[in-house]
């Protein structure tokens, strides 16, 4: 049906949602004022909606700063509590996704994830900017730096080194108590330089060719499931190549650093271009990088042919096996899994709009008890180790930690290996004299390779 002929659009968003492109190039997407003023208008919608007050930190933030000031409405806030709401913002797009009944096409067009990201683009064009949490960002350049001397920067990012952790609070301002994540002497490049050999047995051999996107935390910090799922694969008879170019710089797009993010984006549609000519399915190993090729690049790059192939060919990890299932089956020979999984269903997961896929992998796993946890981790990024936000993040993850160890399974799973890391330590924190043990860190592949005895 033609735009034309369609009507006005239907109250509460009746119509399929739609996000419009981020305009990153263009003078007035950087105009505080501008944001500012857009950033009052989105907010009066909010204020008298309130649906979103329980997703996370930012919009109780936001109600309160309303509540509480001089006329109880939208004209008693302004800049200070724009940068207080904007804080808590980790831009997990639940907000938009799962609660918002005024998302485009509704005439109120909201979306206050790509505001909060607009926000952060024009402050920091106007010369503000955390260089803590840049160079944290920096994944690409720390992985390197770290991969010669792993074991010395594992000992001393430790949680149990309390005097080097309580120096790099002081001067970095990453909170003593976080966990970091470990670097390896051997990436996952290292690990897969040479291609596996496809299964000639299994059930896609000649038919499926796989570009596996390490990301930069399975390449420098989870290697494991990056061979789990190349294992995987090729136990499915796919011919598997470990592809990773650079950073998809997701922690440039929650600076509001959009040139940097545009950049890696043509670099990496450049170098799978090949592949994709050649046949070959892309498959991202972790959630967040998976929504950033697939969604946010096209969304700041719309006019990049590359870059819409890219995010076409894209499928994130168990997305992908469970394609494989239904277009040829899998291999016999899954094995029961002892100790059950819980599945949490991750933020940057959910906004790809696809359905838990993990949780729907998992039970093709005979006897495998699998529950599923869709409550957000609070850790978003450097926000859930950095001093100033990590209590926040606790708050935020707690309520998603006690219904993981209510669940009592021994392995935890989540597209989101840092989500995964902060839920874990939640509940291991936990001091309580009936609490539960915390269950293993694990992604969802690992889980499948293990009950193929691949791992």
Known sequence: MSEENKGPPREGSLDAPFRRPILWRDDDYYDLEKVHAELQRQFDVCHTCRRCFNLCDSFP?????IDEGPTGEIDGIGPKEHAHVAEACTLCDMCFLTKCPYVPPHPFDIDIPHLILRYRA???RAGEKEWVREQLGETDRNGKLAKPV???????TARKNTPLRGLLEAIAKIDAEAELPKYHSKTASDRLKDPLAPNPAGPAFGQRKVALYATCFVDYNKPDTA???ARVLAHQGCEVKLVYPECCRMPQLEAGDLKTVAGAAERVAKAFAPYIEQGYD???LTASCGLMMKFEWPLMLPEDHAVGRLSAATKDICEYVLELSKAHGLTPGLNPVEGGATVHHACHARAQNMGAKS????????GLKVDLVERCSGHGGTFGVMKSTHAVANKVGRAAARLVAAKGNETLC?????ACKHLVQLIADDTAADA?????EAHPIEVMARAYGVS
């Open 436 to 440: 539960p043990p915390a269950p293993r």
């Open 122 to 124: 024009a402050k920091r």
């Open 282 to 284: 892309v498959v991202a």
């Open 359 to 366: 949780a729907e992998m998992l039970r093709l796993i005979p």
């Open 61 to 65: 933030r936001m109600f309160d700063a």
């Open 150 to 156: 792993a074991g010395l920067a594992n000992w001393a």
């Open 414 to 418: 989540s597209d989101c290996p840092l």
């Open 227 to 229: 061979v789990a799922a």
